[in-house]
């Protein structure tokens, strides 16, 4: 475990430094959506999904560097999607990795302009890539993969579904359905640019890909878990927000006891794929990882 911890600092001083260089600097015209876009990415997140796609990369034999960008690039849109989805029009949550959410420090207006930059500053750094110098077409797959697993066909078909089935009944498919699009697209696309991004094979992506699906739902379903679980300050955002939200959870759908079975059944089907990887141990305990945390 230790060796792990080491490799995942190292990791994040990596992203850190990178997504603190690739983020605008303060400018007199616009300083509060800028202010807001750094307030939000640099706000001490675990950084999953970065730490997949350089870890991918180097799993196969890529440069680390070259897969820099699109690690940054997919943090970016995660850290969009929260702020968006902590929007009043959404969940409504005023509390986020422990401070106030995005649209509580900087006001509605401001916050939703924050998201829509960093989705486009994404795509952007990822555009400007040494990758896209060496090999075109790969950084215009690892673009591609990332634009469909970001939009309608993965997270924001995903959030759709979410706010279109809150105080409904919901079947086990509809509800898998969502969190694959919600949650698992964004994992995928972040273990697929890593494996572009090394010249993986076809078989390298669809392993990359159910690495991502599996580690996805169990991330969920501990979510769900720690929603009613944990204390607030333990997590840093609200609790029982599910619940007062009236949304259709894991839990709720199968009760505490089955959804903690599927969790460990989502995560040995990853440990599986990662097992099948070259020098792929970093991976399993990363997920090994995330079924025990406590925020």
Do not use: W
């Amino acid at each position: 475990m230790k060796q792990y911890e080491q490799k995942m600092e190292a990791y994040l001083t990596l992203i850190n430094r990178a997504l603190s260089e690739a983020l605008p600097l303060a400018d007199a015209s616009y300083d509060s959506v800028i202010e807001a876009m750094r307030y939000s990415v640099m706000n001490a997140g675990k950084r999953i999904r970065p730490v997949l796609t350089l870890e991918f990369c180097r799993v196969l034999g890529g440069e680390v560097a070259l897969a820099l960008p699109f690690a940054c690039g997919v943090e970016m849109i995660h850290c969009y999607s929260l702020i968006h989805d902590d929007l009043p029009c959404m969940d409504d949550d005023d509390l986020r990795r422990g401070k106030p959410s995005c649209h509580k420090q900087f006001g509605e207006a401001t916050a939703l302009l924050a998201g829509d930059a960093l989705l486009t500053k994404a795509f952007e750094v990822m555009s400007h890539s040494e990758l896209g110098k060496k090999d075109p077409a790969a950084a215009l797959q690892a673009i591609r993969q990332m634009a469909y697993f970001a939009g309608d066909a993965g997270m924001v078909g995903g959030q759709v579904i979410d706010l279109a089935i809150e105080g409904k009944k919901v079947s086990p498919q509809l509800l898998q359905q969502m969190h694959r699009m919600k949650t698992s697209a964004i994992i995928k696309a972040a273990c697929k640019m890593g494996v572009i991004c090394a010249g993986g094979t076809e078989e390298d992506l669809l392993k990359a890909e159910q690495y991502g699906d599996n580690l996805g739902l169990a991330f969920q379903i501990v979510d769900d878990i720690l929603d009613l679980t944990a204390d607030e300050s333990e997590l840093g955002k609200p609790v029982n927000s599910d619940l007062e939200n009236e949304k259709v959870t894991f839990i709720t759908l199968f009760g505490m006891e089955q959804a903690e079975q599927m969790a460990q059944e989502y995560t040995n089907n990853a440990l599986e794929v990662a097992k099948s990887l070259p020098d792929g141990g970093f991976l399993e305990e990363l997920i090994q990882a995330l079924l025990v945390r406590r925020k």
